[in-house]
């Protein structure tokens, strides 16, 4: 992990919202984090308030985010003390996409979205290797940030006392909202014409970490892979927050 900063990190997620690297796990950490999170369910999520609960489920995922430049990384982006909320393993094939509408409708993650909730970090470990035309995670590059308008808006709105905790995405919400769809949501004509697709796959111990204002989906092509995705995530907010 020494080879990797918390400088580059912090300078990757607030330029592009994402980062990506193969550095950041040795070899046996990598084998500890498949061994310990060998789940025979496709799904599992553990809700979680500090980090000796993390401890408890995996030493090796304590060690990781307590080294000084995850932690470090995390408290600068977040501006805050940050919480480790939730543990996430999923295990999932690469399914056909249905009709867009139909995705968005069902709130399904093969259709772009953010997670609505605002400066939120993922941390996501691949447990198998991804191929390059898989259900690997797409993220709409520089979608986290919120436009110079956005941001004007609601300093006027803040000084008024109203939306003191709204970071998130403003005209994309309301815009939905009053269109009676999911407020999170945006179609890929729209991202696609905005913003340029970051494809994550790769060895098994990729790292990539992510900010979820930023909009993304999971992979899908026209070739359904055999071979499942197994990632574990950990949701990071800041203490403000909770």
């Known amino acids: 992990m020494e080879l990797v900063s918390n400088d580059t990190i912090l300078k990757e997620i607030n330029n592009n ?3 990506v690297s193969e550095n950041l796990l040795k070899n046996n950490e990598i084998e500890r984090l498949c061994h310990e999170f060998s ?10 308030s500090n980090l000796n609960e993390l401890k408890q489920f995996s030493e090796t995922l304590y060690n990781f985010v307590q080294n000084k430049n ?36 069902d709130g399904s993650v093969m259709a772009f979205h953010n997670d609505d909730k605002g400066k939120q ?48 995405h403003l005209f994309n919400y309301y815009k939905n909202k009053y269109k009676n ?13 905005k913003f340029n697709i970051k494809h994550v796959y790769g060895k098994k ?3 990539y970490i992510f900010d979820t204002n930023g909009f993304h989906r999971q992979g899908h092509s026209a070739q359904v892979s055999s071979s499942p995705r197994e990632v574990l995530t950990l949701y990071f907010l800041g203490k403000k927050k909770l």
């Open 70 to 105: 995850i932690s470090k990384f995390l408290e600068d982006y977040l501006g805050d003390v940050p919480v480790c909320t939730t543990i996430h393993f999923t295990r999932c094939k690469q399914t056909e996409l249905k009709s867009e509408k139909n995705e968005i409708n």
């Open 121 to 168: 970090i993922k941390i996501n470990f691949l447990l198998k290797d991804l191929e390059k035309n898989s259900n690997g995670l797409g993220y709409a590059m520089k979608s986290h940030r919120i436009n110079w308008l956005e941001k004007l808006i609601l300093y006027f709105l803040k000084k008024l006392n109203y939306m003191k905790k709204w970071d998130k």
């Open 181 to 193: 769809r999911k407020v999170n949501y945006m179609f890929s004509e729209e991202v696609l014409n």
């Open 205 to 207: 111990g990729l790292v």
């Open 17 to 19: 919202g994402i980062f």
């Open 39 to 48: 789940f025979d369910e496709d799904v599992k999520i553990i809700d979680i």
